[in-house]
């Protein structure tokens, strides 16, 4: 599976966006506010954001923003769709780079790379992917589905690791699992807990091997 077919994949967040024509909407522009909410959120969390904080700290006009957004909630769906296509999009990048031979490899490869992401990706540990419950907007399931079934099919292509329904669920469950302890392990981003991130490394190993097994 390649990377642009992961990101494809993954449900989009055209339908969040004003009715504006694609050809006339500037990527940049449209990444400079994403980015600008990232820095927003990283600094008080996705709850307090504002349409008018995101205009401020991006240079731009509130109308700018509304061109593109609808409400505060769009902002943060729409980066919480950017965060989950980037972290697809390094997972296949990190197992082309990494050498993996085995499932079990391309898990460790994935817990890595996540923990990173948490350390390093402006707004990726407080949204949490779009928590549906708290922003409203319940697309949450979908995606982080279709994130789950992304990895079971690169699991599968490239290492033999069984698929099925079971085995997406589990992916869902470790991705929303591995929220709570990621995000904790790396609240110091600078010194990491890497003993909490090697128990998740443990717990996934374990849970995955059981319905390897039971396939």
């Known amino acids: 599976m390649l990377v642009t077919e992961v990101s494809n994949a993954l449900p989009g967040g055209s339908s969040l966006l004003r009715n504006e024509p694609v050809q006339a909407r500037s990527s940049a522009r449209l990444a400079g506010l994403l980015d600008a909410a990232a820095a927003v959120i990283d600094e008080i969390g996705f709850e307090r954001l504002t349409t008018a904080m995101v205009a401020e700290r991006a240079g731009a006009s509130i109308g700018t923003v509304y061109r593109y957004f609808p409400d505060r909630i769009a902002v943060v769906e729409a980066l919480a769709i950017r965060c989950t296509q980037r972290l697809a999009t390094r997972f296949v990048e990190v197992l082309d ?12 490869a994935l817990i890595d790379m996540t923990a990173e992401m948490y350390r390093t990706e402006p707004g990726f540990r407080a949204i949490r992917f779009g928590d549906a419950a708290d922003t409203g907007v319940g697309d949450d399931e979908d995606r982080m589905g279709a994130l789950g079934g992304a990895v079971n099919a690169i699991m599968h292509e490239r290492f033999g690791m069984p698929s099925g329904e079971a085995i997406d669920r589990a992916w869902v469950v ?11 392990a790396t609240q110091d981003r600078e010194h990491p807990d890497t003993a909490l ?19």
């Open 174 to 184: 470790l991705a929303e699992s591995g929220h709570a302890v990621l995000a904790r």
């Open 97 to 108: 780079s990494s050498g993996a031979t085995t499932w079990q490899e391309a898990c460790d």
């Open 197 to 215: 991130i090697e128990s998740y490394r443990t717990m996934t190993r374990m849970y995955m091997e059981s319905l390897v097994a039971a396939s």
